[in-house]
């Protein structure tokens, strides 16, 4: 008989707990250490998130400013110094823990309600909670964060930046556009995060069902929790690059030139053709990896230490 879909990580040996750390202050504790990995990644990673928004801000009809990736760390350097490649760093800082909290608050919540009697989650169940998680944070969360942070890179690429630190560009984000200008592709980034989400919640659900085979209980140690997720990192990568690069133009500083979303990936496809959704891909590729390898080792030890510090039998 096939084997039983295994568990998705420590959090479902203690679905009951699980479900009402929604509502108890585990859950700040829980989401804080999301928090605390996002943002250490984010301070490691970042100039990689740097290059690969530059990259996909550069188009071919202005004409293009970077011959590549390597061409593009050496303009900022020369231009602005190490500092440059951190340019825009504070708003993912500031939005990571809230980010955290939602994506895996979310994820929690609905797969609590898609679980079987045994707290099991199938692959299929899991793409559809993590389609939600995405959503959820995409809305709460990474548009804005995402918004302020394009406009900072973009701005550094100006004659004359005029955003002088994070508050201050909110500020002027605001004055200037209202909270809409927080939330420019909205849609973009929807698509994004919702197909980030559901492809990396289905890929470590499936790996972690193939690793576990016939014993759900089976303990996965760090290592194989961090390769399994850099290869649901690079799933996603490789899945919806093409809906980062058109969110990354709508939330630029050129934005105004697009009518909508679906006009912004029209313009591209026709002025610069298919290979430019595909713009910034090697430096996401090793954001993306580091990212989701840390995160899903640094969630699931959490969730294993909580299991045996608040236990609900």
């Known amino acids: 008989s096939p084997a039983p879909p295994a568990q998705l990580g ?23 250490a ?14 990689t998130e740097y290059v690969k928004t530059q990259l996909q801000l550069d188009e071919k009809a202005n004409p293009p400013r970077y011959k590549g990736i390597g061409d593009c760390v050496k303009q900022t350097v020369r231009d602005h110094g190490i500092r440059g490649l951190y340019r825009g760093l504070s708003s993912l ?5 809230p980010k955290a909290a939602v994506r895996f608050g ?3 919540f609905l797969s609590n309600q898609m679980r079987d009697e045994q707290g099991r989650l199938d692959s299929t169940r899991g793409l ?78 499936s790996l972690k069902n193939w690793y576990k085979g016939d014993n759900p209980n089976k303990a996965m140690n760090p290592f194989v929790t961090g390769v399994f997720g850099a290869l649901a990192g690079a799933a996603s990568v490789f899945g919806n690059t093409p809906l980062d690069v058109v969110k ?4 630029g500083l050129e934005a105004h030139k697009y009518k909508n979303t679906w006009d912004c990936a029209y313009q591209i496809m026709k002025h610069e053709g298919p290979l430019a959704f595909y713009k910034g891909t090697v430096p996401r590729l090793g954001r993306v990896c580091l990212d989701v390898a840390i995160v899903f080792i640094i969630y699931d030890e959490v969730v294993k230490f909580l299991n045996k510090v608040w236990k609900t039998d």
């Not at 999301?34 to 100039?47: D, K, N, R, S, V």
């Not at 800082?93 to 823990?97: E, F, Q």
Request: glycine share 12%; proline share 6%; hydrophobic share 45%.
């Open 34 to 47: 999301g928090g605390l990995a996002g943002g250490i990644e984010i301070c490691i990673t970042f100039p």
């Open 128 to 205: 559809i909670c993590g389609l939600g998680a995405g959503v959820a944070e995409a809305v709460a969360v990474v548009c804005p964060m995402e918004t302020v942070k394009v406009k900072f890179i973009h701005d550094q690429t100006s004659p004359n930046p005029k955003y002088r630190g994070f508050f201050h560009g909110v500020r002027e984000i605001v004055r200037e556009q209202g909270l809409k200008g927080t939330y420019q592709g909205l849609t973009a980034t929807i698509l994004k995060q919702g197909s980030n989400q559901a492809i990396r919640f289905f890929v470590m659900t």
């Open 10 to 32: 420590p959090a479902a040996r203690a679905p009951a707990m699980l479900r009402d750390m929604l509502l108890l202050p585990q859950c700040p504790f829980l989401c804080r």
């Open 93 to 97: 800082l500031y939005g990571s823990i």
């Open 248 to 251: 990354t133009r709508m939330q």
């Open 106 to 108: 979310m994820f929690e």
